[in-house]
């Protein structure tokens, strides 16, 4: 029997495994119920941080795991600015802000964070939308951070933590949007020229990225590449133009060294798979969701492009995963086997991130009928 491991590694190579690989995306919020403790406590005091929380949620229902740890070109090549995170406003449920601070510039970061006891925090939210001001009057140091490795080392660190249980991965600069939010839909159609600059500056980024890790002595096992609601935000004629040159590019560089590469990108994603199939080298896609939430068929896609793609998704995150009985996910998994496993390069997911309270029972029925009606 194959290790999580050599199970994805081999659907990653287009090689066939001893049975579906199941990955459900449980990346953020079931790891953190697990632990028991407040939110605040793994995304602002490291404790665990949530690398450590997810590796340890993915033993725990034996998932065959993916984690991808984004690191910037600075932390590439070891020259980072110096940001630290500050608390700019306590409320009296426990709940606080926070504001990062550059030592080097003297500057505030533009946005603030929330941080709940029960919820991951809520990011990018700007300071007047709370009643707080650009640049606060008063805070106060984060005391008892745990402290961990950063950079190349802290990859290396999850790599030895993640071991036979997944893959591990790094951001290829690639994305599949380069717009969002209303304001720059309507900016992009006054004026796209500030949005071609933003593709050119995409590609040069993908080009630096790509070559510091053609020259790392241990290269991850995937590269990421995608972008959250990549058509939701833009037109397919959007991405098009802007973004699908940068996935492109990141692709065909990875597969020069011989890297798996993986978008993700939730919402509608029908003419994304369609693109990245026939014009691009990427090797994975999810998460394939269903209508309304996506435009996704998995059998439609398995027949069209299973042939260039590996194809993981697609279970229904609240309506099969959050509230459907132990049967109801059991069926769901059977089918999207049914409907993709055929040849392999399928990989068993979930439609996007599950909710913190999805039952555990049903995440290891998926994987139960990964091991078992997923046999090869």
């Known amino acids: 029997m194959m290790t999580s491991r050599e199970r994805l590694l081999a659907v990653l190579h287009r090689e066939m495994p001893d049975c579906v690989p199941c990955c459900p995306d449980i ?14 406590d793994i995304y602002v005091y490291q404790n665990p941080p949530l690398w450590k929380a997810y590796i340890d949620a993915l033993r725990y229902f034996d998932i065959d795991g993916g984690f991808e740890l984004e690191l910037s070109l600075s932390d590439l090549s070891g020259d980072k600015p110096e940001w630290e995170r500050r608390i700019v406003r306590r409320d009296r449920d426990g709940s606080f802000v926070t504001q990062e601070y550059c030592r080097q510039t003297g500057e505030w970061s533009k946005r603030v964070e929330v941080h709940t006891r029960d919820n991951p925090p809520a990011w990018g939210i700007r300071p007047e939308k709370i009643g707080l001001p650009a640049v606060p ?31 591990i991965g790094m951001s290829s600069g690639g994305v599949t949007c380069l717009i969002s939010g209303p304001e720059e839909v309507c900016a992009y159609y006054d004026d796209p020229s500030p949005f071609y600059q933003r593709r050119q500056q995409a590609l040069r980024r993908v080009e630096t990225v790509m070559n510091r890790i053609a020259k790392l002595d241990e290269k991850p096992d995937f590269l990421f590449c ?20 940068v996935l492109k590019k990141a692709a065909e560089m990875a597969c020069d060294l011989g890297i798996p590469t993986h978008a993700h990108s939730c919402g509608p994603e029908k003419e994304l798979v369609r693109m990245a199939a026939e014009e691009t080298k990427l090797t994975v896609i999810d998460p394939l969701e269903i209508p309304p939430m996506g435009d996704c068929d998995l059998k439609e896609l398995k027949g069209r492009y299973g042939h260039k793609l590996v194809l993981k998704g697609n279970l229904h995150t609240t309506e099969v995963m959050l509230r459907g009985s132990v049967d109801v996910v059991a069926r769901a998994a059977r089918q999207a086997i049914d409907d993709a496993a055929r040849g ?33």
């Open 344 to 376: 392999g390069g399928f990989i068993l997911s979930t439609g996007d991130q599950c909710g913190r309270d999805t039952p555990d029972e049903n995440i290891r029925m998926m994987v139960d009928a990964a091991r078992t009606y997923g046999r090869y």
């Open 226 to 245: 995608g972008s959250s609601g990549s058509l939701i935000w833009q037109t397919p004629e959007i991405l098009r133009e802007l973004s699908l040159p």
């Open 137 to 167: 009057k008063t805070w106060e140091a984060v005391n008892g951070i745990r402290q961990w490795p950063a950079g190349l080392e802290l990859w290396k660190l999850i790599k030895k933590e993640m071991g036979d249980q997944g893959v």
């Open 27 to 40: 990346s953020n919020m079931v790891p953190c119920r697990l632990t028991g403790k407040p939110f605040w």
